[in-house]
Every structure is written in C-alpha cells, then in structure tokens.
C-alpha cells in the first residue's frame, strides 16, 4: 500500500486466497482499487477527526474555564505534546 514491496516480489503461498487465484494483472488492479478505497477512507476519516477535534475545542471553550495551574490541565497538555510527536 505504501509502494515499499512490489507485488510481483510477493511468493503465491504468501499471498491471501482471493489475490492467489488471480492473474498477475487482476491482482495488480486489485491493489491498486484497494489502495485507492484505503486513500479515500483515510481521507474521510481525517476530515472526521478535524471536525471532531474542533467540536471538543468549542465544548472546552463553552464550559467553565479551567485554572491554567491546575494538576488536570497540566496533565492534558502534557499528553497534547507528546501525540503530536
């Protein structure tokens, strides 16, 4: 999916039963339709989470603020940090 290992390099014996019993070419093609249902999917979902991330941005906003010192918001920020790693 990510183009590191060239489908005619994989062994028959290794490959799932639906792509085993294709030729070369339908699997080839069949890859190639996953790969680009995978793209689209993953781009819905990062639309999702954009959409999701902002929705918790404005419930955080519209709640009671928090003390910038408290023990909670240093922990979430903390955590923040690291995942954008």
């Known amino acids: ?7 005619e390099g994989v062994k ?7 792509l ?10 069949e890859i190639d339709k996953k790969t680009a249902a995978r793209k689209n999917l993953n781009e ?11 929705f918790v941005t404005e419930k955080k906003r519209s ?4 003390k910038a010192s408290s023990f909670d918001r240093a922990v979430e920020d903390t955590l923040k940090a690291q995942t954008r790693r």
Request: aromatic share 0%; no cysteine.
């Open 1 to 7: 999916a990510s183009g590191r290992t060239k489908v």
């Open 12 to 18: 028959d014996d290794e490959l799932p039963d639906e």
């Open 20 to 29: 085993r019993k294709l030729s070369p070419e339908q699997r080839k093609a």
């Open 44 to 54: 819905k979902l990062a639309v999702l989470v954009q959409k999701r991330d902002a």
């Open 63 to 66: 709640a009671a603020p928090a």
